[in-house]
């Protein structure tokens, strides 16, 4: 059964079963957070994903899901799809977008950061790689990278043969190796350069932020048009550095959790007068920073506030 045949229905186009029915949310539901770890690192929004999932859901409750033979396959068959139709639509909001734009941060579990796989997927360094990429070769490569989905099942979820299907996940796989970070660096590593990091922000220390920052470090910040940001990337530790501290020299600089866990990695989480005014996201490299995401738009800071539940499986 394809994902466009038509479900057995009952009077009214209704569900033929109550049983029917709950056999499906049960199913949807035992998959949600793989669909929604899907959706996200597809799309990097997380107000985007859960549109996805409302979306996959009210398709899949019209399906007889008796004649589907593996139902999660099935769920991130649709989920793609129209993953895949957002994410068009997303290029075209994301070149009116006012600056720099980053993914949306989520709170995650700590844990998370102890799963390498899982955190490098969704870290922002990745993220923002994958933003390179083409709609369908970043479907190809999140289906086949992140999630070992094989090359037949991706090929139904993008419309592609699978000899196409391994072509594009050979490019892609190629493109993003030649971006992405060129090692995994321990959370501690991670953890420890962000203390560095804190303690210049709270005292204002120039210096300290220059030792802790590599010479080409870049940070680029999201503000969206409402909040302060810088309009383009900043390069070099010492204009870093002055921008930093320029512009958070009031905050009262805080870590939540032990640390913050922020997409799988440890991270900053900024507050102005107890309210959440940011989220800095680092890459680091041989114990020091050589990518700083600094995330300020508020309508991307609404998840800070609880965890958000990812997996790989």
């Given at each position: 059964?394809?994902?466009?045949?038509?479900?057995?229905?009952?009077?009214?186009?209704?569900?033929?079963?109550?049983?029917?029915?709950?056999?499906?949310?049960?199913?949807?539901?035992?998959?949600?957070?793989?669909?929604?770890?899907?959706?996200?690192?597809?799309?990097?929004?997380?107000?985007?994903?859960?549109?996805?999932?409302?979306?996959?859901?009210?398709?899949?409750?019209?399906?007889?899901?008796?004649?589907?033979?593996?139902?999660?396959?099935?769920?991130?068959?649709?989920?793609?799809?129209?993953?895949?139709?957002?994410?068009?639509?997303?290029?075209r909001r994301k070149e009116a977008y006012v600056g720099p734009?980053?993914?949306?941060?989520?709170?995650?579990?700590?844990?998370?950061?102890?799963?390498?796989?899982?955190?490098?997927?969704?870290?922002?360094?990745?993220?923002?790689?994958?933003?390179?990429?083409?709609?369908?070769?970043?479907?190809?490569?999140?289906?086949?990278?992140?999630f070992d989905v094989g090359y037949?099942?991706?090929?139904?979820?993008?419309?592609?043969?699978?000899?196409?299907?391994?072509?594009?996940?050979?490019?892609?796989?190629?493109?993003?190796?030649?971006?992405?970070?060129?090692?995994?660096?321990?959370?501690?590593?991670?953890?420890?350069?962000?203390?560095?990091?804190?303690?210049?922000?709270?005292?204002?220390?120039?210096?300290?932020?220059?030792?802790?920052?590599?010479?080409?470090?870049?940070?680029?910040?999201?503000?969206?048009?409402?909040?302060?940001?810088?309009?383009?990337?900043?390069?070099?530790?010492?204009?870093?550095?002055?921008?930093?501290?320029?512009?958070?020299?009031?905050?009262?600089?805080?870590?939540?959790?032990?640390?913050?866990?922020?997409?799988?990695?440890?991270?900053?989480?900024?507050?102005?007068?107890?309210?959440?005014?940011?989220?800095?996201?680092?890459?680091?490299?041989?114990?020091?920073?050589?990518?700083?995401?600094?995330?300020?738009?508020?309508?991307?800071?609404?998840?800070?506030?609880?965890?958000?539940?990812?997996?790989?499986?």
């Amino acid at each position: 059964m394809n994902e466009h045949s038509e479900p057995t229905t009952g009077a009214a186009g209704s569900p033929a079963c109550d049983g029917r029915l709950d056999g499906a949310t049960e199913t949807f539901v035992a998959h949600r957070n793989l669909l929604f770890t899907v959706a996200y690192e597809m799309l990097g929004s997380a107000a985007d994903a859960e549109d996805v999932l409302q979306e996959t859901w009210l398709r899949w409750i019209k399906v007889d899901v008796a004649r589907v033979h593996d139902q999660r396959a099935y769920l991130v068959r649709i989920t793609t799809r129209r993953a895949l139709d957002r994410l068009r639509a997303m290029r075209r909001r994301k070149e009116a977008y006012v600056g720099p734009w980053l993914p949306e941060p989520l709170l995650t579990a700590p844990d998370v950061a102890e799963d390498v796989e899982l955190a490098e997927s969704v870290s922002m360094a990745l993220m923002l790689v994958l933003e390179t990429l083409s709609p369908t070769e970043r479907a190809v490569f999140v289906l086949r990278e992140a999630f070992d989905v094989g090359y037949d099942e991706i090929a139904a979820a993008v419309g592609k043969s699978p000899a196409t299907v391994r072509q594009i996940a050979h490019r892609a796989r190629r493109h993003v190796d030649a971006r992405r970070p060129r090692e995994v660096v321990p959370p501690g590593e991670t953890r420890a350069a962000l203390e560095s990091l804190r303690r210049a922000f709270e005292t204002g220390d120039l210096q300290g932020l220059l030792d802790v920052l590599a010479p080409d470090v870049v940070l680029v910040s999201d503000g969206g048009g409402v909040r302060r940001a810088a309009p383009r990337p900043v390069t070099g530790a010492g204009k870093v550095a002055r921008f930093i501290v320029g512009g958070t020299g009031k905050a009262r600089v805080t870590l939540t959790g032990d640390p913050a866990v922020v997409n799988g990695n440890p991270a900053l989480v900024l507050r102005v007068d107890g309210e959440i005014d940011g989220v800095i996201a680092v890459q680091v490299e041989n114990a020091r920073i050589t990518g700083l995401y600094y995330v300020r738009n508020p309508e991307k800071l609404t998840r800070i506030g609880s965890e958000i539940p990812l997996v790989l499986r």
